[in-house]
């Protein structure tokens, strides 16, 4: 397992679960279902609940899906969620019977528009008090504050978000409510991480809740959030997450094991995207394998490569190695050294330098060689190539 320092977050409770402070990172989920059908929602929550989501999203878009809640309520142990669309007022009937309210900032111009946003918020975060929950502040690439907007370049889609999350971090602080935390998403999982660094930059003390949005079908959509969780996940960001994939209602609980499998992979170093943890020692990291495996030697060589390199273990060294010649080419540029596995060879690089392609049998003693190299180039100053 790799020894992630996380962020030093807030502890923040939606129900029976605590997020931030060093909790485990929650996988959450969101129902597909119509609302206001109650049997049907209430079996995908409990669908949701029993694959380990430890809260459970409902959309409540209308006082008639407000009013399928307390049954809702009545039939499950899931800790529930709501998203307040554009009627921010639906608080009120909502908030008894769930343990989270999302509000989008985006959203709250919609109505009531000459009140200032500032007291909405106030209306919001007072009825979160009073009913024992949890608040998000959802903010998404596709509705932000248009206020915001409005102050940054047309071509800068992260600062109108980021600005917005800081402004309404601020005030919910200054009037108390600090039970809460902050998303900020995108369908670009490149944006995804950039928002993100830079809200934990300012605000490393706010749990984040990590997702990238309509990131589509599996194996994509899975690969998209799975690239976006590892860069952030490995450098301390994220309290909970949530992998929205487009798949059909009896699929849905497919969103919380790839979330256990994603966590799992980034705690044990299988990841696809080279990750810098921000060790200071030896950082072995390894794809989780897919059906583009050619050669099955390449688990065998993971441990392998992990096994041999352990003399290394005080070197702030990253070696990559990857299970196939889609991705393994590129995707091990970053890598001090990178092995990527063909049908029956191994090719070996330097960062983006090509070093040659070795049999199966040959490339350990290979790798070391280069290993010792670059340990004694490290050690004698030299800049490595
Ligand atoms: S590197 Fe290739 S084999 Fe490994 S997970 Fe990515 S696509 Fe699959």
Redesign the pocket.
Known sequence: MVDIKRNPTRPVRIGSVTIGAGHPIAPQSMTATHTQDVAATLEQVNALHAAGAAVVRIAVDSRHDAAALPAIRAGTRANLAIDLQENYRLAADVAPHVDKLRYNPGHLYHHERDKPWQEKVRYIAGIAATHDCALRVGVNCGSVDPAKKEQFAEDDSLGPMLASALEHCELLDAIGFTRYCVSLKDSDPQKVIEVNRRFAAERPDVPLHLGVTEAGMPPDGIIKTRIAFEQLISRGIGDTVRVSLTVPNADKPQEIEAANAILGDIAAGRV?SVVDYGLSSLNIIS????S??ENEAFIELAKQVKAMTAYAADHAITIAV???R???PG?TDDADLGLWCGPTHVNLKKRSRELGAFPYDAILPRLREELDRLIAEREHGAVAH
């Open positions: 696809r794809c989780p394998s897919c583009r495996v990857m299970g196939c889609v991705n393994g995707e």
